[in-house]
């Protein structure tokens, strides 16, 4: 059963940082890219960011290039999300998902709110 648990959300000021991970069992890791997708209170989803099996080719939303980091560890099946300077646009559930473009496994999300 391919299970994927996210985790590390919370309250931040804007400004602040926080660091999400994705806890992946079920499958072999390291053969897929990895996505993390959030929706913001009362909006769809958003793709924000992917990395490529093995991690050596990552993209991103423009509006969060420079700030944020994915990241993988494929000895640990864990995805990461460094996520610097946060704004309060930021605040959404952020689900990680296995697959690029055809998002067929989601993890349950962890909520991040920017607020002062």
């Known amino acids: 059963e391919v299970q994927l648990q996210a985790s590390g959300g919370g309250l931040v000021q804007p400004g602040g940082s926080l660091r999400l991970s994705c806890s992946a069992s079920g499958f072999i890791f390291s053969d897929y890219p990895m996505t993390w997708i959030r929706q913001a209170p009362g909006k769809g989803f958003e793709w924000v960011s992917v990395?490529?099996?093995?991690?050596?080719?990552?993209n991103y939303l423009d509006s969060v290039k420079g700030r944020f980091t994915i990241t993988r560890d494929d000895a640990a099946n864990t995805l990461y999300f460094q996520m610097n300077s946060l704004r309060s646009e930021d605040t959404a559930v952020y689900f990680c998902?296995?697959?690029?473009?055809?998002?067929?496994?989601w993890g349950q999300g962890t909520e991040v709110t920017v607020s002062s």
């Open positions: 998902v296995r697959g690029a473009g055809i998002y067929e496994y």
């Open positions: 990395i490529n099996p093995g991690g050596s080719a990552v």
